[in-house]
């Protein structure tokens, strides 16, 4: 009969493989005709002077056995070792965490699915513009204190190449490269050296737009923006222009849409005057339409320029920009499902 130290061993090396060989080896050591009955049993053959260790001996191994038989068996039923014996497949899935699209990227869309549905195109140009497609082809001469409207960002000490400070660069590019008519808006982000704050920061986002045909006049401005305004925010909004100045607009305006929060009665929103400003608009500069090779005597055209967070924050009663660009999970999760 083989040594207790050398049961021992071999209890310490038992590594079953599955349910099947822990069973056996219960039955082995543990069950009523088993290896440790055994043992026991044949206590009263020993010698009295070795009895004592003979039965401490046997006693480690039973504790040992013992030990590994429940460590085993949970270690099984925990389905580690033999997932395919585990597996429930009528349980329910673990849910995914479903994510959502940022507040700005939601009115983005919307705007682009608005003017899709009249036909207008979407165009991209390049954050890092030159002065010509920023400022001069628009109208800003160089040294005109209309330049500090639009607090610059340049790159690198070269006064040519800057952040774009609006997207009217990129219908520069437009109207460079097409011929009329031209029915665009070009969304993107764009930069202004300004200090942040709960209504400025120093990139935002802008979708700005821009038609040029034969015939177009102030009045399809009016009713574009009209149109716009009531598919943005409600068919009961109301729109008004105030006259105002662009270096590429003549005649330029402000467009105020009725206050989305009291309907017009006065609220903090509006600071009691029942409008809130969203927009600039007004008819291209025939000199800008020049500067882009596309003949005045023919065309004329119609621009206007929104910020993406200024909407955002009237059409979800958000009341700091900085939100937008924080990143805060809790506040993008409030998005979700919404389009
Ligand atoms: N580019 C102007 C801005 O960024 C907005 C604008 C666009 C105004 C088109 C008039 C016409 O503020």
Same mark, same amino acid.
């Given at each position: ?112 699915? !608005?003017?899709? =549905?009249?036909? &207008?195109?979407?165009?991209?140009? +390049?954050?890092? %513009?030159? #002065? ?106 109301? !729109?008004?222009? =105030?006259?105002? &100045?662009?270096?590429?607009?003549? +005649?330029?305006? %402000?467009? #105020? ?83």
């Amino acid at each position: 009969m083989a040594s207790i130290s050398d049961w021992i061993k071999k209890v310490q090396e038992f590594n079953p493989s599955n349910l099947q060989e822990l069973e056996e080896f219960r039955l082995q050591y543990l069950s009523k005709k088993g290896l440790m009955t055994e043992l026991f049993a044949a206590m009263k053959t020993i010698e009295p002077a070795q009895r004592k260790s003979y039965g401490q001996e046997v006693n480690q191994l039973k504790q040992l056995v013992e030990s590994r038989y429940s460590e085993l068996k949970l270690k099984f039923e925990d389905g580690a070792d033999s997932a395919s014996n585990k597996v429930d497949i009528s349980l329910n899935g673990e849910s995914m965490p479903l994510g959502s699209h940022h507040p700005i990227s939601i009115v983005r869309n919307r705007i682009i699915e !608005i003017f899709s =549905r009249i036909g &207008y195109s979407v165009s991209e140009g +390049p954050e890092i %513009e030159d #002065d010509w497609h920023n400022f001069s082809a628009l109208n800003f001469p160089p040294e005109h204190p209309a330049r500090d409207m639009q607090d610059t960002f340049f790159v690198e000490k070269d006064p040519d190449i800057a952040l774009r400070t609006h997207t009217s660069s990129v219908q520069v590019r437009v109207m460079e490269n097409s011929k009329p008519p031209i029915r665009t808006i070009s969304p993107g982000r764009v930069y202004r050296n300004e200090a942040i704050s709960a209504r400025a920061h120093c990139f935002f986002h802008q979708v700005e737009g821009l038609l040029i045909d034969t015939n177009v006049s102030f009045a399809d401005l009016k009713q574009t923006l009209l149109f716009f305004a009531k598919e943005m925010f409600g068919a009961e909004t109301k !729109i008004r222009l =105030r006259p105002s &100045y662009f270096p590429f607009t003549e +005649p330029s305006a %402000e467009m #105020d849409i009725s206050c989305t929060i009291c309907g017009g009665k006065g609220c903090n929103v509006c600071k009691y005057s029942g409008w809130v400003e969203i927009m600039g608009c007004g008819m291209v500069d025939p000199q800008v339409l020049e500067n882009c090779k596309i003949d005045s005597d023919i065309y004329t055209g119609f621009a206007f320029g929104m910020g993406i967070e200024r909407i955002a924050m009237l059409k979800y009663t958000v009341n700091d920009l900085r939100h937008f660009s924080e990143n805060d999970v809790r506040l993008l999760k409030q998005y979700s499902g919404l389009s």
